[in-house]
């Protein structure tokens, strides 16, 4: 099946600065990578995603590139706030017809004001 | 979110005891998931199903059992709690006909003395 790695596990930055997590996945047919933020105390949600077909996907301050031939995907957050403080998740889902995501252990990101 | 709920929100239990938490949604979406969050382990699926009457094992089912009678509720029973059952718990629901995005719900807190 599929195994999903996710680096770092803690990660802490001052305010202003960029932040970079990274995943790698195993199961080459996998073609839909979101990326889940979980503040304390509260459920994940989806803030962005991509497809196998495209490269680089952003949105403001966040955005997902993707790296089909060495089966890795990074999240970047740039001018980090510390409401960009909270735990993210990656995920891997196999192709249609399985819906079942396998996450990475997720990454706490502390940003320092 | 408001379409998918979780009740109870907290629940204290004793050893030994069957306790169920239930999860609702609103969307009528096909796909349902039980995860169990621990520090340092991430999102770990327990059970899920495709459709009503359809459920299938995830990573870590021991000690749990689901049933789903309607496609809205996909309940969760511990048939006799453990203290390693002690978690917070996250029901997800997605649909078949988007990219395959999970919808969370707010999250049970189980504690078992």
């Known amino acids: 099946g599929e195994n999903v790695e996710q680096h770092p596990s803690t990660l802490s930055v001052q305010e202003g600065d960029s932040a970079v997590i990274k995943c790698t996945y195993s199961?080459?047919?996998?073609?839909?990578f979101p990326w889940y933020k979980q503040e304390l105390g509260k459920r994940p949600q989806l803030i962005i995603d991509?497809?196998?077909?495209?490269g680089e996907k952003k949105d403001q301050r966040i955005a997902v590139t993707l790296n089909k031939t060495a089966k890795h995907f990074s999240l970047h957050i740039t001018e980090t706030q510390p409401e960009d403080s909270a735990v993210y998740f990656c995920a891997a889902m196999p192709p249609e017809g399985s819906y079942i995501p396998t996450f990475g252990r997720g990454t706490s990101l502390i940003v320092h004001p | 979110d408001a379409g998918i709920t979780q009740s109870p929100r907290y629940k204290i239990t004793e050893t030994g005891r069957q306790v169920t938490l239930m999860c609702h949604q609103t969307?009528?979406?096909?796909?349902m998931f039980w995860y169990r969050q621990d520090l340092g382990h991430g999102l770990r699926l327990i059970y899920y199903s495709a459709a009503a009457d359809i459920t299938d094992k995830g990573e870590v089912p021991d000690g749990y059992v689901v049933s789903r009678s309607k496609t809205e509720n996909f309940p969760l029973t511990l048939e006799s709690a453990t203290r390693s059952q002690t978690s917070v718990y996250f029901c997800?629901?997605?649909?078949?006909?988007?990219?395959?995005?999970?919808?969370f719900g707010p999250g049970t807190r189980l504690t078992v003395t």
């Open positions: 991509i497809r196998s077909n495209v």
């Open positions: 199961d080459s047919a996998s073609n839909y």
């Open positions: 969307w009528s979406h096909s796909y």
């Open positions: 997800a629901s997605s649909q078949t006909s988007g990219k395959g995005e999970q919808y």
